[in-house]
């Protein structure tokens, strides 16, 4: 199943360390594969919980290029997620439940900004006092020697 759809603002829950996403009985028209052109009217329900932990570490951009995939700055946490869904074609020929969690696996969140945003002020008006007086650690992406074959497609358009 593959689907892209804008879920209600009101869906997303930030409190504290974690952030919630429930979604109940959501219309979606499942696209079989990636950008099929069959399209199968389906229903899809969720709750995801995400949990950030420990200091956060600080981004910082090490390029300029507004194309590179190490142009952009923010603040990232350790984090676990949890979660339960539900999704069934309309027509009843499939539906799928099931759980799910990153317990003892990589996980992260946090705030990011790419592109024109990178620059501006990092003390945004929806951060916290709490957080903004957190120490947090820096650290600096780095360039790959070899860029992955379609950022160099990308770059290559874009230079003359």
Same mark, same amino acid.
């Given at each position: 199943?593959?689907?892209?759809?804008?879920?209600?603002?009101?869906?997303?829950?930030?409190?504290?360390?974690?952030?919630?996403?429930?979604?109940?009985?959501?219309?979606?028209?499942?696209?079989?594969?990636?950008?099929?052109?069959?399209?199968?009217?389906?229903?899809?329900?969720?709750?995801?919980?995400?949990?950030?932990?420990?200091?956060?570490?600080?981004? %910082? *951009?090490?390029?300029?290029?507004?194309? &590179?995939?190490?142009?952009?700055?923010?603040?990232?946490?350790? +984090?676990?997620?949890? #979660?339960?869904?539900?999704?069934?074609?309309?027509?009843?020929?499939?539906?799928?439940?099931?759980?799910?969690?990153?317990?003892?696996?990589?996980?992260?969140?946090?705030?990011?900004?790419?592109?024109?945003?990178?620059?501006?002020?990092?003390?945004?008006?929806?951060?916290?006092?709490?957080?903004?007086? %957190? *120490?947090?650690?820096?650290?600096?992406? &780095?360039?790959?020697?070899?860029?992955?074959?379609?950022?160099? +497609?990308?770059?290559? #358009?874009?230079?003359?």
């Amino acid at each position: 199943m593959f689907w892209i759809v804008q879920i209600p603002d009101d869906a997303v829950v930030i409190r504290g360390n974690t952030l919630t996403i429930h979604v109940a009985n959501l219309a979606i028209a499942d696209e079989i594969a990636f950008l099929g052109t069959v399209r199968i009217p389906s229903t899809l329900s969720f709750d995801i919980t995400y949990t950030k932990s420990g200091r956060p570490r600080t981004i %910082e *951009p090490t390029s300029h290029d507004p194309l &590179s995939a190490f142009h952009w700055a923010g603040k990232m946490w350790m +984090a676990t997620n949890s #979660g339960t869904f539900s999704v069934a074609h309309n027509d009843g020929s499939f539906s799928a439940t099931g759980s799910f969690s990153s317990s003892g696996l990589f996980g992260e969140m946090g705030t990011e900004k790419n592109g024109i945003f990178v620059g501006e002020d990092d003390q945004g008006e929806n951060e916290s006092a709490h957080e903004a007086a %957190e *120490p947090a650690h820096s650290v600096q992406s &780095s360039e790959p020697a070899t860029l992955p074959a379609p950022l160099r +497609a990308r770059m290559k #358009g874009t230079t003359k």
